[in-house]
């Protein structure tokens, strides 16, 4: 029988595959607008919202109001707290991974 499987490292407020995806966008870019991480992630305006609000409560990201023109323009960017959260929470991913493999 495999050892258990430590979970505890994981970060619950990474659990939404919402979450996760718009983590992965900002980690590898300076910052996403809200239009782009909408289309990247084929998800409706209030399901984006409240998943973007949780991770801003969190301090894990960071929101910038603007405008293009005369358009409003809200961009995001993950946070120090936020890209030090992720890459633990990928770490602990990694060594759940790691444990469930056969010996």
Avoid: C
Avoid at 25 to 46: C, F, H, I, P, R
């Amino acid at each position: 029988m495999p050892a258990p499987i430590n979970i505890a490292n994981l970060n619950k407020v990474f659990d939404s595959r919402i979450r996760l995806g718009i983590m992965s966008a900002l980690m590898v870019n300076a910052e996403v607008s809200y239009n782009d991480l909408k289309e990247l992630l084929q998800v409706t305006d209030g399901n984006l919202a409240s998943h973007l609000k949780g991770l801003e409560e969190n301090g894990y990201i960071k929101v910038h109001k603007g405008f293009v023109g005369r358009k409003t323009n809200t961009t995001y960017s993950v946070t120090k707290a936020g890209e030090k959260a992720f890459r633990q929470h990928l770490d602990a991913l990694e060594a759940m991974i790691r444990g469930a493999q056969p010996g």
